[in-house]
């Protein structure tokens, strides 16, 4: 009998939660976390957990880092919060734009700021659209994005991502979304086609969907650099060169989403750096503050803010921003969180500790449940399948991703599933002898769950 005023009952009797099973949650009630340590999270009964995936992709710098409670505090009792509309400024606004703008992996003009992912790219397209008619270009509005894409899930943001259960029962809003393939090569290439190849054919799509299209009518293209909530999908080598060159031909701007990707994640401050990207517009979250506030940013080029703050001069303003947005405690929080990736050189860790994450996976490929292993820098996932010739995932679809993730919770690992695949982002402060742990701990799942189905997959 549970006791109705534990924190489980009271969470079930109160408690809507995102991204979550409801008539399940009704019976298994909730994992309770109650205290961040590390790499670590404690939950209510006092198990630890290693967090691999950094919270959502964003705890990089670990669970206790007491600087940016500091940075928090001094900022809370100088000036708790300010706002930049009506000319208005503040220190740490000005301060985190500035380092922004002089870290970016292009050159970059201006910072915007938001408090979310999904904030942001829904903001990245009311800008676009802004300076389409600004331009005189108002038929200049399609959005192209790629199946397997996340990019949030506000009103635009959900119809930019490409995931089936972020669209089903919520209707898509945003007409005009031209999605093209995964970048995928273990699913989504023809047999024998090598990377090049597949590369090749993906930027020959593009330019098919383009001239389909009208170029005239294209704005943009978003994606991650690396795909992150889709499956930490890595892109085929050569993708990035050749999928610019169209988007240059037809005069369409990139928008770099690195929301997961951003501040070292990769083993570069950006992705972009990492696949030699020259994005448009930058999207960044997550690892802007390590999460320990809610925080995003966007930077633009001249080339595109140019225009949209003429046009905010013709109209007399640019009617766009967020109350929240920008808030000085978040900025402190995220200059520290930004000082502290480059003092500690993080990214360098992520490269390091990554390719020790990777090398202890690929061990596992001999493994019978594990058909794919890929990453680059921090960022891993393993796909599961139950014939490694065919690559013929388990049924029902999404099960045995599931399954293992259930069983990493067991050993002590939280993890996250994404369609046939386990997922690993955990901080950027680990230590060898963490993933060691971490990966010793997986194959104990994997082979937990291989006991359990042996059965079925005969
Ligand atoms: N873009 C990317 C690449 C993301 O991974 C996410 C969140 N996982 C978002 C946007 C949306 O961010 P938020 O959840 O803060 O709205």
């Known amino acids: 009998m549970v006791n109705p005023n534990s924190i489980e ?3 079930i009797a109160y408690v809507l939660h995102g991204n979550t ?8 009630g909730p994992l309770v976390v109650e205290e961040g340590d590390g790499i670590y999270v404690i939950d209510n009964n006092g198990k630890r957990y290693i967090e691999a995936m950094a919270g959502l992709w964003s705890v990089g710098v670990g669970f206790s880092e007491k600087r940016l409670v500091d940075a928090a505090v001094r900022q809370m009792n100088k000036l708790p919060y300010y706002h930049s509309f009506y000319h208005r400024s503040y220190g740490p606004l000005v301060d985190l734009s500035e380092k922004l ?82 970048p995928h090569h273990y699913r989504e290439a023809l047999p024998g086609e090598a990377e090049e190849a597949f590369a090749t054919r993906l930027a020959e799509e ?9 170029p005239e009518t294209v704005c943009a293209m978003i994606a991650e650099p690396v795909m992150g909530a889709g499956g930490v999908i890595v892109p085929p080598a050569t ?28 083993g570069e401050m950006f992705a972009s750096t990492t696949y030699d ?31 949209i703050i003429e046009e905010s001069g013709r109209l007399g303003i640019l009617g766009h921003g967020f109350t929240g947005g920008g808030h000085p405690v978040a900025a402190a929080v995220a200059l520290e969180n930004i000082n502290i990736i480059e003092e500690r050189d993080l990214a360098a860790n992520s490269t390091a500790m990554g390719e020790r994450l990777r090398a202890g996976l690929k061990a596992l490929e001999d493994h019978p449940l594990v058909g794919e292993v890929r ?81 079925a997959a005969a």
């Open 239 to 266: 993708y990035w060169t050749k999928i610019q060159a169209v988007l240059k031909k037809y005069d369409i701007l990139l928008v770099a989403d690195e929301v997961i990707n951003g501040f070292g994640r990769t």
């Open 206 to 214: 593009l330019e098919q969907r383009i001239l389909e299209e009208g």
């Open 277 to 307: 990207i020259a994005p448009d517009v930058l999207v960044l979250s997550k690892q802007l503050s390590s999460s320990y506030l809610p925080i995003s940013a966007i930077l633009f080029n001249e080339k595109v803010v140019e225009p």
């Open 101 to 182: 703008i002089s870290m970016a992996p292009v050159p970059m003009s201006k910072v915007f700021f938001t408090n979310s992912g999904s904030e942001a790219n829904d903001t990245v397209l009311k800008f676009l659209w802004f300076r389409a008619n600004a331009m005189g270009q108002p038929q200049k509005k399609k959005i192209i994005t790629r199946n397997r894409a996340y990019h949030g899930i506000t009103i635009a943001a959900s119809s930019l991502t490409g995931l089936p259960h972020n669209h089903r029962s919520f209707d898509l809003i945003v007409p005009d979304v031209i999605r093209l393939t995964c």
């Open 21 to 28: 099973n409801g008539p399940k949650h009704r019976d298994v």
């Open 9 to 11: 009952a009271r969470d």
């Open 375 to 455: 990453g680059v820098g921090l960022l891993a996932a393993v796909e599961l399948v139950v014939d490694k010739a065919a690559k013929t995932a388990f049924e029902p679809a999404g099960r045995l991703a599931a399954m293992v993730s259930d069983a990493m919770l067991a050993n002590g690992v939280m993890s996250r599933p994404s369609g046939e695949a386990v997922l690993f982002c955990p901080p950027m402060i680990i230590t060898a002898d963490q993933v060691d742990d971490l990966v010793g701990r997986f194959k104990t799942s994997l082979d937990n769950v291989l006991e359990s189905i042996v059965p």
